[in-house]
């Protein structure tokens, strides 16, 4: 296996070991050549480090699950103290079920950079995602408030989505509305309170939402299933039967389905994590 570019392994034949010297072939022995685990001192190990990180995450995207550790393993190595590391190592061991383990590598990765909003979203993400929605607000708040955090707006929506599941209504709206003036195309955001807006009967807003969701992202189960009532309420036969037709051919499962709550119609939202969940191709990342 390829551990990096860059490593040359030489191989020398002296002269004087094949001649049979007894000190020659002690000096030959002596020349073997280096295992590849062994790096040579100028080897930029942080950027090493996330190559693994990138490699092990698109390995656990394709279920390569051994092949993934490995890599994680790989990076942890290269730089333990890089927060990066340890909280794709906490991905990892979320995903294949060991929870206590996922856990102590997140804190790993704030207890290194307690101020970043990486680390934070991250550790929020995960711990909402064991139902503990108080304290991974907490989190998601704390990510906020990392003036280098670039994605307030993604962090706003974790933390709606997480509290909507409690269910904290008015304090989703809130932070939903708020990652909404930080960045108009957060498509969860939309959904999720065009979703409130129609259980609160507020159908002008819930089609606005709604609306907004359509232009700019693919219809999911929940955006059609809001979009049949939306028209049963209008009155708009053909957008009842054309949004049907979609929920029948794209998501057969969910298409018996009623629309009750966010938490309760099929999945709830994903979040948005750092980890490359999205992580396997720097898809929605907090920049790995």
Not at 23 to 29: Q, S, T
Not at 166 to 186: C, G, H, Q, T
């Given at each position: 296996?390829?551990?990096?570019?860059?490593?040359?392994?030489?191989?020398?034949?002296?002269?004087?070991?094949?001649?049979?010297?007894?000190?020659?072939?002690?000096?030959?022995?002596?020349?073997?050549?280096?295992?590849?685990?062994?790096?040579?001192?100028?080897?930029?190990?942080?950027?090493?480090?996330?190559?693994?990180?990138?490699?092990?995450?698109?390995?656990?995207?394709?279920?390569?699950?051994?092949?993934?550790?490995?890599?994680?393993?790989?990076?942890?190595?290269?730089?333990?103290?890089?927060?990066?590391?340890?909280?794709?190592?906490?991905?990892?061991?979320?995903?294949?079920?060991?929870?206590?383990?996922?856990?102590?590598?997140?804190?790993?990765?704030?207890?290194?950079?307690?101020?970043?909003?990486?680390?934070?979203?991250?550790?929020?993400?995960?711990?909402?995602?064991?139902?503990?929605?108080?304290k991974a607000?907490?989190?998601?708040?704390?990510?906020?408030?990392?003036?280098?955090?670039?994605?307030?707006?993604?962090?706003?929506?974790?933390?709606?989505?997480?509290?909507?599941?409690?269910?904290?209504?008015?304090?989703?709206?809130?932070?939903?509305?708020?990652?909404?003036?930080?960045?108009?195309?957060?498509?969860?955001?939309?959904?999720?309170?065009?979703?409130?807006?129609?259980?609160?009967?507020?159908?002008?807003?819930?089609?606005?939402?709604?609306?907004?969701?359509?232009?700019?992202?693919?219809?999911?189960?929940?955006?059609?299933?809001?979009?049949?009532?939306?028209?049963?309420?209008?009155?708009?036969?053909?957008?009842?039967?054309?949004?049907?037709?979609?929920?029948?051919?794209?998501f057969p499962?969910?298409?018996?389905?009623?629309l009750t709550?966010?938490?309760?119609?099929?999945?709830?939202?994903?979040?948005?994590?750092?980890?490359?969940?999205?992580?396997?191709?720097?898809?929605?990342?907090?920049?790995?």
């Amino acid at each position: 296996m390829n551990h990096g570019k860059g490593f040359l392994i030489a191989t020398f034949c002296l002269l004087a070991a094949c001649s049979g010297n007894k000190d020659d072939k002690n000096l030959a022995l002596n020349s073997q050549s280096p295992s590849m685990y062994d790096l040579p001192e100028s080897i930029d190990h942080i950027k090493a480090a996330k190559l693994n990180v990138e490699l092990g995450l698109n390995y656990l995207k394709q279920e390569q699950v051994s092949r993934a550790k490995s890599k994680l393993l790989r990076a942890k190595k290269l730089a333990p103290d890089l927060p990066e590391v340890h909280y794709s190592y906490g991905y990892f061991l979320e995903y294949v079920g060991e929870i206590p383990a996922a856990e102590k590598s997140y804190q790993k990765a704030v207890s290194l950079n307690p101020k970043g909003g990486n680390e934070r979203n991250n550790l929020g993400a995960f711990l909402c995602r064991q139902h503990q929605y108080r304290k991974a607000e907490k989190e998601f708040l704390k990510a906020i408030d990392d003036p280098n955090y670039p994605n307030t707006a993604e962090a706003l929506e974790n933390a709606g989505v997480c509290v909507n599941q409690i269910p904290d209504v008015a304090k989703a709206v809130e932070y939903f509305e708020k990652s909404l003036r930080y960045d108009a195309n957060r498509s969860t955001a939309l959904l999720e309170l065009a979703m409130i807006r129609y259980q609160e009967k507020q159908y002008q807003q819930a089609n606005e939402y709604h609306q907004r969701f359509a232009q700019i992202a693919r219809p999911n189960a929940r955006f059609l299933l809001l979009g049949i009532e939306l028209a049963k309420r209008s009155g708009d036969k053909n957008k009842v039967a054309s949004y049907q037709l979609l929920l029948n051919n794209q998501f057969p499962e969910s298409a018996k389905a009623k629309l009750t709550t966010a938490t309760k119609l099929g999945a709830a939202p994903k979040l948005e994590t750092a980890t490359k969940e999205n992580m396997a191709a720097k898809l929605q990342t907090a920049r790995l």
